[in-house]
């Protein structure tokens, strides 16, 4: 079986002819956890410059070099939706972020609900969960994530444009994949915000401030009542496999 090279993202600009040094986490999995030597094979991306090939030149104790040996994709447009939602307890919240990343969000965006029990949440370690994640699926960019805001604050500021899809607990809506259809062909990818509730669902208060407001579409998630979680992966599926990128085919990174 033909072997992946590792994938890390670093900040550092990527070209021809530059190289790349590496610091103490990524040399400690680099040099102790994956045992590699100097000449050994990564890649590297950094949401701007495409993705690189490069190979080890030198390996301390804590910095690695990597010399960039040539583009092997170019950066791709980011056009998949932006997702908000409550925070959660760490365990599913981590979740969330790593699986989301997967499923190609843009933005990241917390909100403080009316229910919302979780208010504490940490940025950074939510975003070295997402950088993980694009470093093992293969995308090569990283979603934006933000501090958390409250939910009349965020609506307040809403971009004009830009629709916002709400998964609604209770009430008369149509099924998303029936909303969904409606506006294929008819809507750019990069102009969705999906909205998930907290543990409890959104109070009632919330429910008729959201219906109201004319750039909020609200779905139903099906019969059963979903965990945060669920609610926003099971979403963000649906939208990718009918406005988003899940027509195109999977990159072929094994026998590069």
């Known amino acids: 079986m033909a072997k992946v090279q ?3 993202f670093v900040e550092d600009s990527l070209g021809a002819g530059l190289n790349v040094n590496l610091g103490n986490s990524h040399a400690h999995y680099l040099k102790n956890v994956l045992r590699l030597k100097v000449a050994a094979e990564v890649s590297l991306f950094n949401g701007r410059d495409g993705e690189w090939h490069g190979k080890l ?4 104790r804590s910095r ?11 950066q791709p447009d980011d056009v998949g939706p932006a997702l908000m939602f409550a925070p959660v307890r760490r365990g599913p919240m981590e979740i969330m972020v ?5 499923l190609g969000v843009t933005h990241l965006q917390p909100m403080i609900t009316e229910f919302t029990d979780v208010v504490r949440f940490n940025v950074d370690r939510m975003r070295a969960t997402a950088i993980e994640a694009a470093e093992q699926c293969g995308r090569m960019s990283v979603p934006l994530i933000e501090e958390p805001q409250p939910l009349n604050e965020i609506l307040a500021q809403w971009p004009n444009g830009r629709r916002l899809l709400f998964a609604a607990e209770s009430g008369s809506v149509r099924p998303i994949s029936e909303v969904l259809w409606g506006f294929k062909d008819h809507s750019a990818p990069d ?8 543990v409890g669902g959104f109070s009632p208060a919330e429910h008729g ?13 099906g019969p059963r009542l979903l965990k945060a979680e669920t609610a926003a992966l099971a979403a963000l599926s649906c939208w990718q496999s009918v406005l988003g990128d899940w027509e195109n085919r999977p ?3 094994i026998h590069q």
């Open 98 to 102: 790593q699986k989301a990343t997967e």
């Open 64 to 74: 690695v070099v990597v010399d960039l040996v040539q583009m092997v994709y170019p």
């Open 191 to 198: 102009q969705w915000t999906i909205a998930v509730g907290p």
């Open 57 to 60: 030149n030198s390996i301390r």
């Open 6 to 8: 590792p994938r890390l």
């Open 251 to 253: 990159i072929d990174r």
């Open 209 to 221: 401030l959201l219906r109201n407001l004319p750039f909020v579409v609200a779905v139903g998630l």
